[in-house]
């Protein structure tokens, strides 16, 4: 059975750093698309970052770029993502999303994405 759990959430003032992680267990985590995803309340996904199965690339939403480092480690099943100099948001619940032979053009989308945690919420105040 396929688990993804998040963790590193919490309250943290704008400007501030927070570093989410997540733990796979039941799937070959180095054949996989691991990604992250948020969600505001009343709307739908917004695409974080993507680390492609080991080598294949890193993707950031361009919101977060140069503040935002996803790293993925496959020899411990999981896969982080470190958060600097947040932006005061409305609160956001970040997911783990997990995906296998999902292509380049489609990575950004939630569809393609058969695994997800939880999540984890994330509140940055002003």
């Known amino acids: 059975q396929v688990q993804l759990v998040e963790s590193g959430g919490g309250f943290v003032q704008a400007g501030g750093s927070l570093t989410l992680s997540c733990v796979a267990s039941?799937?070959?985590?180095?054949?996989?698309?691991m990604a992250w995803f948020r969600r505001a309340p009343g709307k739908g996904r917004e695409f974080v970052a993507a680390?492609?199965?080991?080598?294949?690339?890193?993707y950031y939403a361009d919101s977060v770029k140069g503040r935002f480092t996803a790293s993925r480690y496959n020899a411990k099943t999981t896969f982080s993502l470190q958060m600097d100099i947040l932006n005061p948001e409305v609160p956001a619940v970040y997911s783990c999303?997990?995906?296998?032979?999902?292509?380049?053009?489609?990575?950004?989308?939630?569809?393609?994405?058969?695994?997800w945690g939880q999540g984890t919420q994330v509140t940055v105040s002003s």
């Open positions: 999303a997990a995906g296998r032979d999902i292509l380049l053009s489609s990575l950004r989308m939630p569809d393609p994405y058969h695994w």
């Open positions: 039941g799937v070959t985590f180095n054949a996989y698309t």
């Open positions: 680390i492609r199965r080991a080598g294949c690339g890193t």
